[in-house]
């Protein structure tokens, strides 16, 4: 179980919009930065959103996060073929003082 | 180019000990912490350690605690997790992966390299 919640998949057609949802707690997203990960079939996860909202240099600005008290979420907006992967959400934990990921939501383009 | 490559995965008995090696290049190595994630196969991703670019700080996940030890050596651009008394649940692809930051923990790993395999078998 992990300790932090995703759904484990989601599905939307093509060119539309889908949202990933990142639940936790306060010892965790409310009080520490979210990471999101992209991992596509057979690669290496790739960093997609770190400090809650903020783009890595080479992110298209379809993906968007945000963050409110101890949840969080990731946006895909005109979704294509290539969205197709696996998404983690990530965050610091307090209490556990560890690195603690969703356990993952493997996204589905119709 | 900025990169990360792993080494020192392969097939090990239960009990016995592995050095997992992680070669970084294209960016400064000792001006950003350094970790391992790990996946078993078909599940998610966990943490497994980090240090900070100076090794004055050190972390690592309750499952390997004891067990695993990271290191990094500035000098030859190369980060290390000496796993020993290995366990049939620690076989998983091993990542490298750089911080954002060069400690603390208001960081991202925004470079991972391509993993190397850990299979712990009898």
């Not at chain 1, 409310?30 to 079939?41: D, E, K, M, S, T």
């Not at chain 1, 400090?51 to 101890?70: A, E, I, N, Q």
């Not at chain 2, 008995?13 to 078993?40: E, I, K, N």
């Not at chain 2, 290191?71 to 366990?87: E, V």
Request: charged share 15%; net charge negative; with cysteine.
């Amino acid at each position: 179980q992990s300790v932090l919640t995703q759904p484990p998949s989601v599905s939307e057609a093509p060119r539309q919009r889908v949202t990933i949802s990142c639940s936790g707690s306060s010892s965790n997203i409310g009080n520490n930065a979210v990471n999101w990960y992209q991992q596509l079939p057979g690669k290496a996860p790739k960093l997609l959103i770190y400090y809650d909202d903020l783009l890595p240099s080479g992110v298209s600005d379809r993906f968007s996060g945000s963050k409110s008290g101890t949840s969080a979420s990731l946006a895909i907006s005109g979704l294509q073929s290539e969205d197709e992967a696996d998404y983690y959400c990530a965050a610091w934990d307090d209490s556990l003082n560890v690195w603690v990921f969703g356990g993952g939501t493997k996204l589905t383009v119709l | 180019e900025v990169q990360l490559v792993e080494s020192g995965g392969g097939l090990v008995q239960p009990g016995r000990s592995l050095r997992l090696s992680c070669a970084a290049s294209g960016f400064t190595f000792d001006d950003y912490a350094m970790h391992w994630v790990r996946q078993a196969p078909g599940k998610g991703l966990e943490w497994v350690s980090g240090i900070s670019w100076n090794s004055g700080s050190i972390g690592y996940a309750d499952s390997v605690k004891g067990r695993f030890t990271i290191s990094r050596d500035n000098a030859k651009n190369s980060l290390y997790l000496q796993m020993n008394s290995l366990r049939a649940e620690d076989t998983a692809l091993y990542y490298c992966a750089k911080g954002l930051a060069a400690a603390g923990t208001n960081d991202a790993f925004d470079i991972w390299g391509q993993g190397t395999m850990v299979t712990v078998s009898s």
